[in-house]
């Protein structure tokens, strides 16, 4: 079955500094990857997608993600965080039913 | 930009009771979902639904759920019985149909608590 682990529940990083959050997925076809955004009170916000071709997407907001084969991995990145990026960040996969599956969530804290 | 919305946005609920929860896709949209979010777990997908009927459903969708599409606009999610264990964020997403390589975008979230 497919899934999706996002090894870290929580980070914190400083306004500023770089981002960095990880996603690994297990899906034997060549998956289609997204990357959600939850703020607090809010819904799922769509920050970027893979489906193929150049493996370095863009984004809103600043981020980007490298979809990577040989390490199964579909990390997210940003090289300057702000203080509005804190909340909590979701990898998903689209499987074979045309359902997303996500991974664990990892919650981004940011300090002044 | 068109959204999707829910309402409403917190519910309580004593065990037993029927609760609907009620979405409103973005309005060219074909393709419905709800998903949910037990806390400190992950969104988990439930069902789907295309052309007045279901698509997909998960194990988590049984007898005890329900969806409907009662008029052109709303879409709507009915628990007959609830559980302690329903107590969770719902969210409600659409897609167009053009296919499935289209984002899924997501409502803000029905929280349902069980007493």
């Known amino acids: 079955a497919q899934s999706v682990t996002q090894p870290d529940i929580h980070i914190t990083v400083s306004e500023g500094a770089s981002l960095e959050l990880r996603c690994n997925y297990s899906?034997?076809?060549?998956?289609?990857l997204f990357w959600y955004v939850q703020s607090p009170g809010q819904g799922l916000q769509l920050l970027l997608k893979?489906?193929?071709?150049?493996?370095l997407v863009q984004g809103i907001k600043g981020f980007e993600a490298e979809f990577k084969r040989s390490q199964s991995s579909f990390n997210l990145r940003k090289p300057s965080v702000h203080w509005s990026d804190a909340a909590e960040y979701f990898c998903?996969?689209?499987?074979?039913?045309?359902?997303?599956?996500f991974g664990g969530g990892t919650r981004l804290m940011v300090k002044p | 930009e068109p959204e999707v919305t829910q309402t409403p946005s917190h519910q309580v609920t004593q065990m037993g009771q029927e609760v609907i929860l009620r979405c409103v896709p973005i309005?060219?949209?074909?393709?419905f979902y709800w998903y949910r979010q037990i806390l400190g777990q992950k969104v988990e997908f439930l069902v789907s639904?295309?052309?007045?009927?279901?698509?997909?459903k998960s194990e988590i969708f049984d007898d005890q759920f329900s969806v409907e599409r009662p008029d052109g606009s709303n879409f709507t999610l009915k628990i007959r019985s609830t559980k302690l264990e329903d107590s969770a964020m719902y969210f409600c997403?659409?897609?167009?149909?053009?296919?499935?390589?289209?984002?899924?975008?997501f409502g803000p979230g029905t929280r349902l608590l069980v007493l």
């Open positions: 997403a659409s897609r167009t149909l053009a296919g499935v390589r289209e984002t899924q975008y």
């Open positions: 899906y034997g076809a060549t998956p289609y």
């Open positions: 893979y489906f193929s071709g150049d493996t």
């Open positions: 998903a996969v689209y499987n074979a039913g045309n359902m997303l599956t």
């Open positions: 309005s060219n949209h074909l393709y």
């Open positions: 639904f295309y052309n007045n009927e279901i698509s997909e």
